[in-house]
């Protein structure tokens, strides 16, 4: 049984189609690259996974456990375990990281301590961009995410923060079997995570897909994605 099963999603927003059936199935513990260009709809699927209110699903359905979520609100799909880490967070002013994580969390985060700096800043307000990066994956991860969606984490970051954003990740799946879709545009990062398989969406579908992530950027690197949009894989 997959912990993630997308069949034949539509969705738009605004009356303008962005999904269209599109497939894709995650399972526990898999690490997952999503590739596309600009516009191609990956954030768009994160966001609708994760259940924010901004899209209408006009077709297809997501299974989580099995189970249809298409109809539950974000909260509940947080504590059945689907927590998305936003490419830019919003800054909340006035509240601790240290208290929200207090209130929010259902599971204890290892590396929590080695940050304590942040822990006494105000939620995501006034941080330099890895500073952010880094108290967005303490919340998620304080939530106990069996899948978490990672839209552009290493947008921003120099290398320093990006070696750390990717530690912290790595020990964390690692520990407690996460399964983990990296949203990413070109790939770099992807690099560190080996992921075990690596789709392709252009125009609100799956283009294509296939375990050798390596191919797959090295095809985008060569053709852009002009050749993943003539891709018989799927």
Known sequence: MKLLEIKNLSAEAEGKKILSGLNLGINSGEIHALLGPNASGKSTLA???????????????????????????????????????FQNPPAIEGIKLGKLLERISVAEVKQKEKYSHLLERDVNFNLSGGEKKISELLQVLSLNPKLLILDEIDSGLDIKKREEVVKIL????????????????QGEILKKFNPDKASVIIDGKIACQSKDYKKVIETIKKNDYAKCKQCKKM
């Open 170 to 185: 790595k020990k964390e799946a690692k520990d407690k079997k996460i399964a983990i879709i990296i949203i990413t545009h």
């Open 47 to 85: 966001k609708i996974i994760a259940g924010l209110p901004d899209y209408k699903i006009t077709r297809g359905s997501i299974l989580f456990k099995n189970k249809e979520i298409k109809m539950l609100p974000a909260e509940k799909r947080v504590k059945l375990g689907i927590s998305l880490a």
